[in-house]
């Protein structure tokens, strides 16, 4: 579902495959975490991994719609100075995601026998071991991948963006557009 979501939004199977790169990146963290801490894969688990997923594919969703903006609104031609702009301009709003995800978990990942931590815990395992997965992984695969298969998607839009239709009710001529 989130696959033709975000075909739907970038016209692109490269594009959305290459942000739905990441989600892998989190689960095997998760998988990593639940092994470490000793738990089972149970109901509350793949909550966490419903709640990573989403995670993950926004921050990839934020480095190529960065990457988006950078060519077609700023003009930069596509390569690696494109990407590394990119990606160090949007580093800090997906590592301060990160931080503050796993600073609001941390009172859950501590003290699992608690009462009421039952289901939570392995909430906050699964969560917490993705994020960091995902957030180290996902800083050189998204900017690999996009330098690697990215150009033509990236054209494609570049030239879309190029035809601007024209509303009904307006006459445009070389020299000047009327409305009537």
Avoid: Q
């Avoid at 997923?53 to 031609?77: D, P, Q, V």
């Avoid at 301060?96 to 941390?106: E, Y």
């Avoid at 917490?128 to 998204?142: K, M, P, Q, R």
């Amino acid at each position: 579902m989130i696959f033709a979501i975000l075909y739907s939004r970038y016209k692109s199977a490269v594009l959305a495959l290459i942000i739905m790169g990441s989600v892998p990146l989190a689960l095997i963290g998760s998988v990593v975490a639940l092994w470490i801490a000793g738990l089972p894969l149970s109901v509350a688990s793949m909550v966490g991994f419903v709640t990573l997923t989403g995670i993950a594919t926004r921050n990839g969703i934020l480095k190529i719609s960065h990457y988006i903006n950078l060519a077609l609104h700023e003009g930069m031609s596509f390569g690696p100075d494109l990407v590394i702009r990119g990606t160090l301009e949007r580093l800090t709003p997906v590592l301060m995601t990160a931080l503050s995800a796993c600073v609001a978990l941390f009172p859950l990942l501590i003290d699992a026998s608690s009462p009421g931590k039952e289901i939570l815990h392995p909430v906050a395992v699964t969560i917490f071991g993705g994020l960091i997965s995902a957030t180290i992984l996902d800083a050189v695969l998204t900017p690999v991948l996009f330098l690697k298969f990215g150009r033509k998607p990236l054209e494609r839009l570049r030239a879309s963006a190029l035809v601007v239709p024209i509303p009904a009710g307006v006459v445009a001529s070389p020299s000047t557009v009327t409305t009537y």
